[in-house]
DNA sequence: TGATGAATAGGAATTATACCCTATTCCCGC
DNA sequence: GCGGGAATAGGGTATAATTCCTATTCATCA
């Protein structure tokens, strides 16, 4: 919901509204004109850039833009709809990125506003494999980005394609190690080369 | 606006909506303990400091809080917030009326927009006794407007002032049999008289 | 009461962003 | 085509935010 195109989005998209380049929006909130160029978005590594909060504020401030309106231009509107896959396909190839966010358009889409990432999705649970958490049908909302601790319910990939909705236990240099959510299932560790990714679980559905 | 104060405000509000210090919220966004440390806010010399966009993105990201949620919590509107309780408060009097719909001031918010009931509300699971489902601290999203139906995750008030956290096992015209979530405890059966009212369960946080 | 862990204050080191400067490109009017 | 102004790329410097580290306070628990 916040992240570093929508930002420069907002941005590009607010001088273009009052007529401004974005050299003219920076001088006119009284930063230097070269603040915003394209080429201060990224560094020279490729790593994103982000303006500061203060920069922001004084953009606004110089415009007689309010927050609501500059959010509204991020991406247009608050409630999003996020997308779905069912847990089995999940495995198959073509949902995910190598870093785990989903691409392609075969996804289904569900109503959940509520989230922070903007790369977050959502599964649905099939079969019994997870009770007595997660029952056949219900929806999980996972997020790629963010960070994990131990305790976390997470969904894990490995590189053979596996998915996983696991509990972390431990969390090593080399290893991770997960609870089955049945205790009925064995735990299992996993060496840091068989994992594609980790997803924290943020919200399920009851 | 967007000014030094309600940054810092929304971020405080934040964290204690989510029952976290302001260290505990910066290490879960994946950040130094310290960052939001109030000795951070002012430079020595007295000029304010501000969190960096990055930041707070990440702190979005990593507690599932959209823009809109963190903006309401600025200016302190509040107005895409549901009511929160603690489980055991909602066994007291006042918190709801006979319909099983939140009434009275004495609530909590936490941001959770549009679940589709605007009666919707929010409770704050204490203890281990509804294990392996619900954890010391999960908050779960309740409707009390929405159908129910067998195998549901279900809120019952009871006439004598009970809260019990239940699935939903089998309903007849004159009693309610209820499933304890944790299989140590055992079932329940209500009869129709015995109940105050019963909400379904939407959203459990992970 | 003592031990432990979390939270926080405060200082030094690191890293990121803003500023300043220059070269180049682009647009527009002449 | 030519000149002037704005816009932008890119590099060095200054400044601000984050991280890292330590000391202290505070709450909790045995």
Redesign the pocket.
Same mark, same amino acid.
């Given at each position: 919901m916040l992240s570093h195109a929508h930002i420069w989005r907002a941005l590009d998209t607010l001088a273009e509204r009052l007529g401004?380049?974005?050299? +003219?929006l +920076?001088?006119r909130a009284?930063?230097?004109? !070269? !603040?915003f160029?394209?080429?201060?978005r990224e +560094? =020279?590594d490729g790593? =994103?850039?982000? =303006?500061?909060t203060?920069?922001i504020a004084k953009v606004l401030a110089a415009t007689g833009t309010s927050l609501d309106d500059f959010m509204a231009l991020m991406d247009g509107s608050g409630r999003r709809a996020i997308p779905l896959i069912g847990f089995a396909q999940a495995g198959e190839g073509g949902f995910f990125d190598d870093a785990g966010f989903p691409v392609g358009g075969a996804w289904d889409e569900i109503a959940f506003p509520n989230v922070g990432d903007e790369h977050a999705y959502a599964l649905e649970i099939a079969g019994d494999s997870m009770l007595p958490l997660y029952r056949d049908g219900d929806v999980v909302v996972v997020s790629p980005a963010a960070p994990i601790r131990r305790g976390d319910r997470v969904v894990v990939k490995t590189r053979e394609g596996e998915v996983l909705a696991k509990e972390l236990k431990r969390q090593t240099a080399r290893t991770v190690e997960l609870r089955s959510l049945n205790p009925e299932h064995p735990d299992r560790m996993l060496q840091d080369g068989e994992i594609a990714w980790i997803a924290r679980v943020l919200w399920a559905s009851q």
């Open positions: 401004l380049s974005a050299s +003219a +920076a001088r009284g930063l230097d004109a !070269t !603040t160029n394209r080429s201060k +560094a =020279p790593r =994103p850039r982000w =303006p500061s203060e920069s």
